[in-house]
């Protein structure tokens, strides 16, 4: 069946035995390591298709049925391996991807270098992708584009965004989220986003202050109409951007953490 010798006992070569194990097919002739990288290679792809077909990868894939080969130095996409043998390496973050769309394929002729926006661009042109992928065209969006629209007119008219976002039915943190451009901002005035920007990180500055005079999270949370978690949330961000302000050596000690953080300043 192969030019291994057979294990022990066992009517199989050592790589038929695995595969026996793994209840895979036996009928594969295994070629041993020290051949040619490249025939080694080659062995796996099946050419029936002729020189303008897929080439297709016959060996180990991975769920999204692209070919995986191991050259010695842990496994890569086979198709990436075929391409850098034909046109040479690859620099970092460059992509190899399919004309054909076939995952398996490997042949050379069928594949192209390029960006993760190119690959992106590659795919609405072959319309398998939605168009349109900002708001409610998203496949992640939980929230539809009028809801974005209505919190964004109470804000304007005044409504403070945690009660505009309890009317719209948007969770508070994803309305924060969307009045500092963070979510959704091709739905915000860049104005709007700027204005809500300030009033927070004013909000983060005036809660540090309080503690920094010595009041407690809890007094600061009740203070200020937010929660204790909040609230030492606001002032570790205040930290990270304010390193400069803040002592050297601070004790923190939350409600809600019963050990205390350490902040050395370095």
């Excluded at 009928?27 to 080694?40: H, M, Q, T």
């Excluded at 099946?46 to 303008?52: A, E, H, R, Y």
């Amino acid at each position: 069946m192969c030019e291994f010798e057979s294990r022990g006992r066992q009517p199989y070569c050592e790589g038929h035995y695995r595969r026996a194990l793994a209840g895979a097919p036996l009928d594969v002739v295994i070629l041993p390591r020290s051949r040619p990288l490249v025939e080694r290679f080659w062995s796996k792809v099946d050419k029936s298709f002729g020189p303008d077909g897929c080439w297709l990868w016959t060996a180990s894939r991975n769920k999204a049925n692209y070919g995986r080969f191991n050259p010695g130095n842990g496994p890569i996409f086979a198709h990436r391996w075929a391409f850098e043998q034909a046109f040479g390496p690859l620099p970092p973050r460059t992509l190899v991807c399919h004309h054909c769309d076939n995952p398996p394929c490997v042949n050379p002729r069928h594949l192209f270098a390029g960006t993760h926006a190119d690959n992106s661009a590659d795919m609405v042109a072959k319309g398998r992708a939605s168009i349109s992928s900002r708001g409610e065209g998203s496949p992640r969006a939980k929230y539809s584009d009028a809801q974005v629209d209505r919190l964004v007119a109470l804000v304007a008219s005044g409504l403070s965004v945690t009660r505009a976002a309890r009317r719209v039915g948007i969770k508070s943190s994803t309305a924060n989220g969307i009045m500092t451009g963070a979510r959704r901002a091709h739905q915000v005035p860049l104005e709007m986003i700027g204005a809500h920007s300030r009033k927070l990180a004013d909000a983060r500055e005036g809660v540090a202050r309080m503690r920094l005079q010595g009041m407690s999270l809890p007094v600061i949370a009740r203070a200020v109409g937010r929660d204790t978690g909040n609230v030492w949330r606001m002032i570790e961000r205040f930290k990270r951007e304010h390193p400069e302000e803040w002592p050297d050596v601070l004790e923190i000690q939350d409600a809600r953490f019963t050990k205390p953080t350490r902040v050395v300043r370095r």
